[in-house]
């Protein structure tokens, strides 16, 4: 009696068909990042367009979402000059807050003198009311740029000089007594393997540092004013709240945030850049 059987692929037919690895896939970024934003952005606009409909808001109170519009659309042209002036203040003020935060933070992970000598006063510096020490900085620089971009720096150096800190004691201890262990000098340990590992929160200090700079600068424009010359955004906003143009104030608001987001981009910018191929926050997540 014949057998019959099935026409089975050769094993060389199998053996020669590749299994390609499945590949991470990338997330849309209009899925996962713009359609979030915008439905978000019309949730809020639709909710104040209803207070100011059922409440009846007066513009001066609370201006509409077309009255901001238009505000933005007649005011875009008076916001380039001051919106300069305040970046220009903010980078400034961040710059200074990074070169005086890392350093600090280099001398405090050396030496744990410096650090409980030097902390405590750095705190102190973050929970000083910034309103209240501006004008000791208009008495003693004037009310020019400089005043602005101090306050601006003295806001921000604490989250670099924190975090920065943070990371260098946070190296991997094995890694520093293999170090030690080769005869590497301190300044190779710091530099060659501390200040690496610490990036990234270096850059999430730089982060945080980015917003607030913009912050102090404005807090500066309300108490040193024009200065003597190109008012900024906080001199615009002081000028518009005094006379009671709301829907002016928002749109000066708004070019406030535009500010900040730029400098908040150009950072993340550069931490995109440094981390992305090695650190796990820049590598693409599988669905």
């Known amino acids: 009696m014949a057998i019959t059987?099935?026409?089975?692929p050769e094993a060389t037919q199998l053996e020669a068909t590749p299994v390609r690895p499945r590949r991470a896939k990338r997330p849309s970024f209009v899925r996962t990042s713009v359609l979030p934003a915008v439905g978000a952005a019309?949730?809020?606009?639709?909710?104040?367009?209803?207070?100011?409909?059922?409440f009846g808001m007066p513009t001066y109170l609370l201006p509409s979402p077309l009255d901001f519009v238009q505000a933005v659309g007649s005011e875009a042209g008076?916001?380039?000059?001051?919106?300069?002036v305040t970046m220009q203040e903010a980078y400034l003020g961040f710059a200074?807050?990074?070169?005086?935060?890392?350093?600090?933070?280099?001398?405090m992970a050396r030496w744990n003198l410096v650090e409980r000598g030097m902390y405590p006063y750095l705190v102190l510096l973050q929970t000083i009311p910034i309103i209240a020490v501006a004008p000791l900085f208009v008495v003693w620089f004037g009310s020019g740029i400089a005043t602005n971009v101090l306050v601006s720096a003295m806001i921000a150096v604490f989250p670099v000089a924190a975090n920065t800190l943070q990371g260098l004691k946070s190296t991997d201890r094995n890694l520093v007594q293999?170090?030690?262990?080769?005869?590497?000098p301190e300044r190779v340990q710091l530099f060659s393997l501390r200040v690496?590992?610490?990036?990234?929160?270096i850059l999430t200090g730089l982060r945080i540092a980015s917003g607030s700079s913009v912050i102090g600068a404005i807090v500066g424009e309300f108490v040193a004013g024009i200065g003597g010359g190109a008012g900024g955004l906080g001199y615009v906003i002081t000028l518009d709240a005094t006379q009671l143009?709301?829907?002016?104030?928002?749109?000066?608001?708004?070019?406030?945030?535009?500010?900040?987001?730029?400098?908040?981009?150009?950072?993340?910018?550069?931490?995109?850049?440094?981390?992305?191929?090695?650190h796990e926050s820049a590598l693409p997540t599988e669905e």
């Open 78 to 84: 008076n916001l380039v000059q001051p919106s300069l």
């Open 196 to 201: 690496p590992a610490a990036l990234p929160q």
């Open 5 to 8: 059987t099935a026409n089975r």
């Open 245 to 278: 143009r709301t829907p002016e104030l928002f749109a000066a608001v708004i070019a406030a945030s535009l500010v900040s987001l730029i400098i908040f981009g150009v950072v993340a910018l550069i931490e995109g850049q440094l981390l992305k191929r090695w």
């Open 178 to 184: 293999l170090y030690r262990m080769a005869g590497a």
């Open 42 to 54: 019309i949730i809020v606009i639709a909710l104040w367009q209803a207070v100011v409909s059922v």
């Open 96 to 107: 200074l807050a990074a070169v005086v935060g890392f350093l600090a933070a280099l001398l």
